[in-house]
């Protein structure tokens, strides 16, 4: 369990009911603000996270993110906005609306006697439809691990269990707060084949992670908050301009020539050149490819070098938040 909110989400249940989603949407969000004393944290964003879809939440430290989620989850009220997750406002929740939602924090203390099948049968006993234990160890790649105690699990292991513990309630929702910190990378991939799996059951995830590669692997959509304002919002290949940024186009000049002989359309976009090592930016790369190729083969030169380098999820991240401070 969690000491740092006042109850586990995963063990919340009531009776069944809390009002469906409307027209596709999740979770919906307008104006919403929440302030500490003079620091306001969360600055009148608006959401939106369509049913079934996975949602990454990016956001350096203290831009507003955590705030946001323990106010979707239910845990934080807000000071102003409007708020509704699966039909509800999280801050007065409809009957049953807490087993609708699964939430994977980022620790959390599993009962360390408890085997891992004894654990997640625990859990299920407090909702009114759980999942087969069964099936949700096999979902999480836990099966094999039923009758090892919760206290001998590896880091990854655990997390898996901390998966396992927020699905056995079968909820419609699922809040994934850095499920794959400390993963090595074979971890990490096996833990995005079981959140990829809980898409293709129908789940709406909302996940927030540090790690760039998961949002671009996992997600449909990113959402990048900054200094407690959303500063861009789309698909991982547009977000912030992303598909119409600039590429960079490197290679090594052929020996005994300079930057000064490159074709005009080259020559024009290059933005460095050392030690023979060339670069240059275009938004559209393909016609300086084709006049460097042209170029090349009248010399009877190679660039086995070369590269087109489009602008990383990374680089639009870094651009976004450095921007807003």
Partial sequence: MNAARNQDPRVAAAAPGGGASEGGVAIRVRGLRKRYGDVEAVRGIDLTVRTGEIFAFLGPN?????????TLEGYRHRDAGEAEVLGSDPARPAAGWRARIGVVLQESQPEAELTVEECVSLYAGYYPRPRPVGETLELVGLADRRAARCGQLSGGQRRRLDVALALIGDPELVFLDEPTT????????????????????????????HYMEEAEHLADRIAVIAAGRIVAEGAP?????????ASVISFTLPSGLSADDLPPAVAAAVTGSTGGKVEAHATSPLPMLGALAAWAQARGADLPDLQVLRPTLEDIYLQLTRESR
């Avoid at 290949?237 to 940024?245: K, P, Q």
């Fill in 182 to 209: 400390g993963f090595d990378p074979a971890a990490r991939q096996s833990a995005w084949q079981v959140i990829a799996g809980l898409r293709d059951l129908g789940k709406t995830i909302f996940l927030t992670t």
């Fill in 237 to 245: 290949a547009t977000l912030g301009g992303r598909d119409t940024g």
């Fill in 62 to 70: 203290g831009a507003g993110k955590t705030t946001t989620v323990e």
